[in-house]
């Protein structure tokens, strides 16, 4: 609160600052980043004998993830969006890390980068169904604060822009704007 003008206040969510943070520190735990399944193919019975390529197809289709909504923060500091989040944070799926890997090489082939955003990308995106919601976690009362507002908000219309015009580059299908 303004003790000068006690109708105008500003409030900061911290959570992109906290994550970029985090996630530089060496011993970080990847834990709870990383969507878990199971540990080896013990599950698939008889079906694990099949011949690695098709085992992998049919493991991508089971682990693949569903439609996803996936995190853009806003970091005034920066200027930018990071996928880097904590609540909820934009999980690696199962299918790039799991079973030693043995997924990866075809769910790259639907996971792509989400549009660079200023800070990061978040590197296993599918453009077909998931959404990246931008979210901005600050608020403040006055002309000040919407004009941050409307800032960001250009800031992320001008990035998704420059992605649509990247020749190569699929442009994302949903967006969420908080």
């Given at each position: 609160?303004?003790?000068?003008?006690?109708?105008?206040?500003?409030?900061?969510?911290?959570?992109?600052?906290?994550?970029?943070?985090?996630?530089?520190?060496?011993?970080?735990?990847?834990?709870?980043?990383?969507?878990?399944?199971?540990p080896?193919?013990?599950?698939m019975?008889?079906?694990?004998?099949?011949?690695?390529?098709l085992?992998?197809m049919?493991?991508?289709?089971?682990?693949?993830p569903?439609?996803?909504?996936?995190?853009?923060?806003?970091?005034?500091?920066?200027?930018?969006?990071?996928?880097?989040?904590?609540?909820?944070?934009?999980?690696?799926?199962?299918?790039?890390?799991?079973?030693?890997g043995?997924?990866?090489?075809?769910?790259?082939?639907?996971?792509?980068?989400?549009?660079?955003?200023?800070?990061?990308?978040?590197?296993?995106?599918?453009?077909?169904?998931?959404?990246?919601?931008?979210?901005?976690?600050?608020?403040?009362?006055?002309r000040?604060?919407?004009d941050?507002?409307i800032?960001?908000i250009r800031?992320?219309?001008?990035?998704?822009?420059?992605?649509?015009?990247?020749?190569?580059?699929?442009?994302?299908?949903?967006i969420?704007?908080?």
């Amino acid at each position: 609160m303004d003790p000068h003008n006690p109708e105008h206040y500003r409030i900061d969510n911290r959570e992109a600052w906290d994550a970029l943070r985090l996630v530089s520190t060496p011993d970080y735990p990847l834990d709870g980043l990383i969507k878990l399944g199971p540990p080896d193919e013990t599950f698939m019975g008889d079906a694990a004998k099949l011949p690695t390529e098709l085992k992998a197809m049919v493991l991508v289709e089971k682990f693949l993830p569903g439609p996803r909504v996936i995190r853009a923060i806003y970091n005034g500091a920066n200027k930018g969006y990071t996928y880097r989040c904590t609540y909820p944070p934009n999980k690696l799926p199962y299918v790039i890390y799991g079973l030693d890997g043995l997924m990866k090489p075809i769910a790259r082939t639907k996971l792509k980068a989400a549009p660079y955003m200023g800070i990061d990308v978040y590197t296993f995106f599918d453009r077909e169904i998931d959404t990246v919601a931008f979210e901005y976690l600050s608020c403040e009362t006055g002309r000040k604060g919407s004009d941050r507002y409307i800032n960001a908000i250009r800031r992320a219309s001008r990035r998704l822009r420059a992605h649509a015009n990247t020749a190569g580059s699929a442009p994302v299908r949903r967006i969420q704007i908080t």
